[in-house]
């Protein structure tokens, strides 16, 4: 029996449609949430390494010690105080993965808003002639005015592009090396450091760091 008031029901490609989009979203946030379980269980990961006992010249005594995932300078005594010292390395490596998280998408957003104002040109050249009917019909003037009023705003748009890209590079382009010869040298010490290291931790050094800075 139907109701009045009652909605009217959704047509059948319409509740696909929804379903789709509520299947593709479960699958991203499973995908996300699976990332970041990875992301966690790497940065975890040292707090289980095995403790060993290794000879400290200072004292001429054997002591504990546990390895860290990066080998770096610690202000401090790392074997009393290793939680410290891992807290310490995953801040550090968190401010380089922000920093180099930050300056790539700064960079790409310029990219990519130079690559919108161009496509959005693209397509006026190529619905030229609904764009030129549209200004004929604001300044009302003949076609041969409206083709040529057309065009020049396509080209002083062109020339604002390139002039912005000209600005971006000449104000950026040390930035961006600078910021390339860093992140290059940071993954070639990396994988130099995996290849001559005797820890037996080598591989998850690099995947730490690795998943850290995605």
């Not at 699958?27 to 290794?54: A, G, K, R, S």
Request: glycine share 2%.
């Amino acid at each position: 029996m139907d109701y009045a008031g009652r909605p009217p029901d959704k047509p059948p490609d319409i509740n696909r449609m929804d379903q789709d989009d509520n299947i593709e979203k479960s699958n991203i946030n499973i995908n996300n949430t699976w990332d970041d379980t990875i992301v966690y269980l790497y940065i975890i990961f040292p707090l289980f390494y095995p403790y060993q006992e290794i000879y400290d010249p200072a004292t001429n005594q054997t002591k504990l010690h546990k390895d860290l995932p990066i080998s770096s300078w610690i202000p401090f005594d790392v074997d009393g105080n290793y939680y410290n010292a891992l807290l310490w390395e995953d801040i550090a490596a968190t401010c380089c993965a922000v920093y180099n998280y930050g300056t790539d998408i700064f960079f790409f957003s310029f990219i990519s808003y130079v690559i919108g104002q161009l496509d959005i040109l693209n397509y006026i050249i190529l619905n030229f002639e609904s764009y030129k009917e549209k200004i004929k019909d604001q300044i009302e003037c003949y076609d041969e005015k409206a083709e040529f009023v057309t065009m020049q705003l396509c080209i002083k748009e062109h020339q604002r592009l390139m002039g912005f890209i000209n600005d971006y590079n000449n104000a950026m382009r040390s930035v961006m090396l600078r910021d390339f010869l860093q992140s290059s040298l940071q993954i070639a010490l990396l994988c130099l450091y995996v290849l001559v290291s005797g820890s037996s931790h080598n591989h998850h050094i690099y995947y730490h760091n690795f998943c850290v800075h995605i």
